[in-house]
């Protein structure tokens, strides 16, 4: 899969940050239930193993870690174009586009 989430990495900035602040780590379990977002949907993301996430989640996390510092889509997803991916278009002649 090309697209990933880079929750850990989010995760350890957000920790970075507490402990500047003198705050214990942040955990899953914690963060699940500050975020709203379920502990079970954290660690599949966590460990890499999710295949899909909705907006509301995206919107969740990224709402969260806005709180220490500015964060965006981009520093929680990533799209790695691979070769195997790009799709061949063909010329449609009979109606004048890529198909």
């Known amino acids: 899969m090309t697209i990933s989430c880079k929750l850990r990495l989010l995760l350890?900035?957000?920790?970075?940050e507490r402990a500047k602040e003198g705050l214990p780590p942040l955990s899953?379990?914690?963060?699940a239930q500050e975020s709203g977002v379920s502990l079970s949907v954290l660690a599949a993301l966590h460990?890499?193993?999710s295949?899909?996430?909705d907006y509301?989640?995206?919107d969740q996390l990224l709402n969260y870690f806005n709180?220490?510092?500015?964060v965006t889509v981009n520093d929680l997803l990533?799209?790695?174009h691979t070769l195997q991916d790009e799709v061949p278009l063909t010329l449609d002649a009979?109606?004048?586009h890529a198909t």
């Open 78 to 80: 990533t799209w790695e």
């Open 51 to 53: 295949r899909r996430v």
């Open 28 to 31: 899953l379990r914690r963060l």
């Open 56 to 58: 509301t989640t995206i």
């Open 67 to 70: 709180r220490y510092f500015g």
């Open 94 to 96: 009979s109606r004048g």
């Open 12 to 16: 350890a900035r957000a920790n970075v």
């Open 47 to 49: 460990r890499g193993q």
